[in-house]
């Protein structure tokens, strides 16, 4: 309205309309508060809101939305009204459409359109529509030591990874493979939305278990280390306490980069095998990128992280 001040002279007087518009965006203000909420209990681990719980906790809000726009809930202060717009009655179609779209993911189903804005699937405990069979999950090589942190955290599509940098280097050297460094976080929006449309297409994730050690390091965990392994950054100064800080401290020192997801491709002597990857969702381009970083390991090409 700034921009545009006619828009508000054409706009009708303040009345029902204007109510009716408060409390939708308040139930979306309900959806959204679970939202952020449920990024802080991830980052925390409270384990307060799993994934079904969140799932029916938005499939009550959004039917009550669509009840309310049918008439069917009046808030004081409003009139009833005998009949309900056209506007009103495809606004609720439209909601409870949503609500028939999020029932199956009680069940297990990816829902794939809002992987971004639900919790990651491993915080789901039923799982009748589970789309990872047993014969699919990776297993580490016996080798390799078992990861560090796997208590707290864990890898999309049933795959086995590592959350400590140099365990994971150890393990790739250990079985003559690249690494693949998944730079990433609790709140990461688009990080869930990479793994819900990229990773789980079964070409990528046939070559992340078969052709690479996965290494997930979130910048936003908390999880304090112990007190011999904090150091001050070189960067900033400042003393790097948590696990978060440390990965944030590592990707900007050696990639000169902070945003996530943020994908990359290194050889046993810490060199990078191909240019870093964003948050992309062509498949191809992935599996291609994929392929790359496996032949340039293959060819013990040498291109040394940016200092």
Same mark, same amino acid.
């Given at each position: 309205f700034a921009i545009f001040p006619g828009w508000l002279s054409s706009l009708p007087k303040s009345g029902g309309w204007l #109510? $009716?518009?408060?409390?939708?965006?308040?139930? *979306?203000?309900?959806a959204l508060a679970l939202k952020f909420l449920s990024m802080v209990d991830q980052v925390y681990h409270w384990n307060l809101l799993d994934r079904e719980i969140y799932l029916a906790l938005w499939i009550v809000i959004f039917t009550l939305l669509g009840f309310y726009l049918l008439g069917k809930i009046i808030f004081p202060h409003e009139q009833?009204?005998?009949? $309900?717009?056209?506007s009103r009655l495809?606004?609720?179609?439209?909601?409870?459409?949503?609500?028939?779209?999020?029932? =199956?993911?009680?069940?297990? @189903?990816?829902?794939?359109?809002?992987?971004? !804005?639900l919790p990651p699937m491993s915080t789901q405990d039923f799982k009748l529509l589970d789309p990872q069979s047993p014969s699919e999950t990776s297993r580490l090589a016996k080798g390799c030591k078992k990861p560090k942190y796997d208590d707290l955290l864990e890898l999309p599509h049933g795959l086995k990874g590592y959350f400590d940098y140099e365990q994971a280097l150890a393990c790739a050297k250990k079985e003559n493979k690249?690494?693949? %460094? +998944?730079? $990433?976080?609790?709140?990461?929006?688009?990080?869930?939305?990479?793994?819900?449309?990229?990773?789980? /297409? =079964?070409?990528?994730?046939?070559? *992340?278990?078969? /052709? !690479? %050690?996965?290494? @997930?390091?979130?910048v936003d965990e908390k999880t304090e280390l112990p007190r011999e392994d904090?150091?001050?950054?070189?960067? /900033?100064?400042?003393?790097?306490?948590?696990?978060?800080?440390? #990965?944030? +401290?590592?990707?900007?020192?050696? *990639? &000169?980069? &902070?945003?996530? =997801? !943020?994908?990359?491709l290194v050889g046993a002597n810490e060199e990078l095998l191909s240019p870093p990857r964003a948050y992309d969702l062509d498949v191809q381009g992935f %599996?291609?990128?994929?392929?790359?970083?496996?032949?340039?390991? &293959?060819? &013990?090409? +040498? *291109?040394p992280f940016k200092k």
């Amino acid at each position: 309205f700034a921009i545009f001040p006619g828009w508000l002279s054409s706009l009708p007087k303040s009345g029902g309309w204007l #109510n $009716t518009v408060k409390v939708v965006l308040g139930f *979306l203000e309900l959806a959204l508060a679970l939202k952020f909420l449920s990024m802080v209990d991830q980052v925390y681990h409270w384990n307060l809101l799993d994934r079904e719980i969140y799932l029916a906790l938005w499939i009550v809000i959004f039917t009550l939305l669509g009840f309310y726009l049918l008439g069917k809930i009046i808030f004081p202060h409003e009139q009833k009204s005998e009949s $309900t717009s056209v506007s009103r009655l495809l606004t609720a179609v439209m909601v409870f459409s949503f609500v028939v779209y999020l029932i =199956p993911g009680l069940f297990g @189903a990816p829902l794939k359109a809002m992987a971004g !804005y639900l919790p990651p699937m491993s915080t789901q405990d039923f799982k009748l529509l589970d789309p990872q069979s047993p014969s699919e999950t990776s297993r580490l090589a016996k080798g390799c030591k078992k990861p560090k942190y796997d208590d707290l955290l864990e890898l999309p599509h049933g795959l086995k990874g590592y959350f400590d940098y140099e365990q994971a280097l150890a393990c790739a050297k250990k079985e003559n493979k690249p690494l693949f %460094i +998944d730079f $990433t976080g609790h709140g990461c929006v688009n990080c869930r939305e990479m793994e819900a449309v990229v990773w789980s /297409d =079964p070409e990528v994730l046939k070559r *992340l278990r078969e /052709d !690479y %050690i996965v290494v @997930a390091m979130y910048v936003d965990e908390k999880t304090e280390l112990p007190r011999e392994d904090w150091y001050t950054s070189i960067y /900033d100064e400042k003393v790097k306490k948590t696990m978060g800080q440390q #990965n944030m +401290d590592f990707m900007i020192q050696k *990639l &000169n980069a &902070n945003a996530q =997801p !943020y994908y990359t491709l290194v050889g046993a002597n810490e060199e990078l095998l191909s240019p870093p990857r964003a948050y992309d969702l062509d498949v191809q381009g992935f %599996i291609d990128f994929l392929d790359a970083g496996l032949a340039s390991y &293959n060819e &013990n090409r +040498d *291109l040394p992280f940016k200092k």
